[in-house]
């Protein structure tokens, strides 16, 4: 039953901003651990942000751009996307695990994954 919807992507003009959404449903995202994941064609899927109820993490490669936030009363986890670079073209998805920590980096963490949003980021 555990259901994860995102949206938001679009094509950017570098240095633009984007907001993607992550709408769960089938359990209470403050339970859950909720990552923030890319993969751009012929690249490994890379891992770039979670939140949790304990922790809350961002990859050096985003760090000072993206931020990562939820609206407990919508469930629903957000990625807010600033100062966009081309090499932030890619298929964005998340995924839920439950636990009272999250990883960015280890994507086998997560039982729960999302269709993906695409991000295009071009002038």
């Known amino acids: 039953q555990v259901q994860l919807v995102e949206s938001g992507g679009g094509l950017v003009q570098p240095g633009g901003s984007l907001r993607l959404s992550c709408a769960a449903s089938g359990f209470r995202l403050d339970y859950y651990g909720i990552g923030w994941f890319r993969q751009a064609p012929g690249k490994e899927r890379e891992g770039i942000s979670c939140?949790?109820?304990?922790?809350?993490v961002l990859a050096d490669s985003v760090k000072g751009r993206f931020f990562i936030f939820r609206d407990n009363a919508k469930n629903t986890v957000y990625l807010q996307m600033n100062s966009l670079k081309p090499e932030d073209t890619a298929v964005y998805y998340c995924a839920a695990e439950f636990g009272s920590r999250c990883s960015h980096a280890a994507s086998s963490y997560y039982g729960n994954w999302g269709q993906g949003t695409q991000v295009t980021v071009s002038s």
């Open positions: 939140i949790s109820n304990t922790n809350t």
